[in-house]
């Protein structure tokens, strides 16, 4: 019963089930285990630790944790590793006869971020300038702006995922977080709407984009934004466009990431009076208090006081 020959067996369990249920686990999240489960096993054989579950004690884990503590990693990554091992040993107890070492094991405290938008005028500057040099990072950063997907959806998106019809486009999410699926819709009228008229650019954008597309001889025929050598984009080549458009138009400073272009599209809506249910769906959140807290924060008084006895 040694970690190394677990890891696989748990992964593989895994592997099935986010198969047989695709609200499970995605595969982002086997990866990120994959990789957790490696440090800790590098971390075991560098200090002359046991890799033989049963002799894998609190103390040995403790001494792991410290040794994030020192390396300086944050809460978050601390927390990560912790979750990782904490299903692991758990999953282990289930097949094994083992102690499981983590049971009093406690996540680090983590202080949530504040959520970050993009102001109007800077969104303003990124819109003219991508608007004035066309091509590809147009429609991938329309995209991102409008559509409020995250980095990974926008990165899965396959180009049978957008639907036109005489009134609009909808756009498909098939791989969002926990493998969620939804529809996002955009809706054009000869209503002269600011809103109205930004649906309308993208989707002339993307209808002309995805006819050039299909012209192209790639690997990934389906893939609907690629990287110049003809593959799926991926998510740190999608990071390298944004801070290249950042320096273009001198907003580097601000260090915008992917993630605030979904915070800044989930503002614009909630502020032009989209109701908390329909900000939810349109973003995927799971839980309604996610976007109550990301997005209205009277909303979060009111729940507070109501709460009072």
Partial sequence: MYIENLITKYLEEFEKR????KDYVSQNTIKAYNINLQKFLIFLKENKYETNVKKIKEDCINRYINELVDKKLS???RNQRISTLKSFFKWARKYYDIKNPMVEIRCAYQPRKEASFISKED???ILTHIDKVGGINQVLFRTLLQSGMRASEIIGLDIPDITFEKDGMFIRVLKGKGNKQRILPFRTTNSDSSEN?????LYNLLKTYIRNRKKQEVDDKNALFISTHGRRITYTGL???LSRLLKKVTLQHKKYSLHTFRHTRGKILMENGARIKILQKFLGHEDPVTTIRIYDHTSIEEISNANKF
């Fill in 75 to 77: 809460p978050a990554s």
């Fill in 18 to 21: 986010s198969k047989r249920d």
């Fill in 239 to 241: 990071n390298k466009k």
């Fill in 123 to 125: 969104c303003i500057k």
């Fill in 197 to 201: 008229r930004e649906n309308l650019k």
